[in-house]
């Protein structure tokens, strides 16, 4: 079974920035996709940022582009999401999830697995 262990996540004033870390374990596929989601008290669960690891594509969602960039290290099975400029409203409790396939769109019903997720908080 897969296993996602997220990291990297604290408080930080708006500007500031933040790296998480996905480090993932267990898989079967040698491509997937990693997602970067993200859940504020109230709101829908709403996909980040996803990566494809057969050949690194990534997409974005439009509040974060420009801002948040999602990458991989193949030799530590991990996948980052480096956050800077960071906005009171990307408050929220931010989830890495798998996806066997290749298709990375970011609708959360697509990830079968999902690690515990890691909090972020971003004061004004």
């Known amino acids: 079974q897969v296993q996602l262990v997220e990291s990297g996540g604290g408080s930080v004033q708006a500007g500031g920035s933040l790296r998480l870390s996905c480090a993932a374990s267990?898989?079967?596929?040698?491509?997937?996709?990693i997602g970067w989601f993200r859940q504020a008290p109230g709101k829908e669960r709403e996909g980040v940022a996803s990566?494809?690891?057969?050949?690194?594509?990534?997409y974005y969602a439009d509040s974060v582009k420009g801002r948040f960039t999602i990458s991989q290290d193949n030799a530590k099975n991990t996948v980052y999401l480096q956050m800077n400029s960071l906005k009171p409203d990307d408050t929220a409790m931010y989830y890495c999830?798998?996806?066997?396939?290749?298709?990375?769109?970011?609708?959360?019903?697509?990830?079968?697995?999902w690690g515990q997720g890691t909090q972020v908080t971003v004061s004004s």
């Open positions: 999830a798998y996806r066997q396939y290749a298709s990375c769109a970011m609708f959360p019903a697509w990830y079968r697995y």
């Open positions: 267990g898989y079967t596929s040698s491509s997937h996709c």
């Open positions: 990566i494809y690891t057969g050949g690194g594509s990534t």
